[in-house]
């Protein structure tokens, strides 16, 4: 078996979470109006969503541990209810970041982008717990033939 998709490595999900936290706090700096309600709605998606992606994650490791591809991993959360919902609340909370942030006087994308960055943010550092039992399962797998 090969190695596990680089999107589930404790380093590259650690260099995530300093991306998406640099990113949500110099677009909030930067915004003027500080984008409060899209920053609010991303890190509460954010949680809900990390919460949601590490439950997954413990119903279905032995996918994760085996995935390889991002189709892969994308086919382990679709594997169970929390995935698909993880997935869903992806996407609902970026169309309403679009709109809010529009609707938003200021920079939309700036607005826009405050909230998405919070989002991964909070989705990150919920998740980077069990992003060590994938690394686990992936070598325990590799050393069971």
Partial sequence: MGKTH???????????????GLGASLLVILARPRPVLTVVIGAAS???AGLLQRSSVRASL??????QSARAVRRAFMSNVQGKLAI???????????????ASSGVSL????????????????????????IEQGARDSQHAF
């Fill in 62 to 67: 032995h996918l994760f541990a085996q995935a």
């Fill in 46 to 48: 954010g949680l809900v």
């Fill in 110 to 133: 700036f607005a826009f982008g405050a909230g998405y960055f919070s989002f991964m943010f909070l989705r990150e550092i919920t998740t980077f717990s069990v992003i060590r039992a």
């Fill in 88 to 102: 869903a609340l992806m996407w609902v909370t970026a169309f309403t970041l679009v709109g809010v942030g529009f």
């Fill in 6 to 20: 680089f999107t589930l490595n404790r380093r590259v999900n650690l260099a995530f979470v300093v991306v998406w």
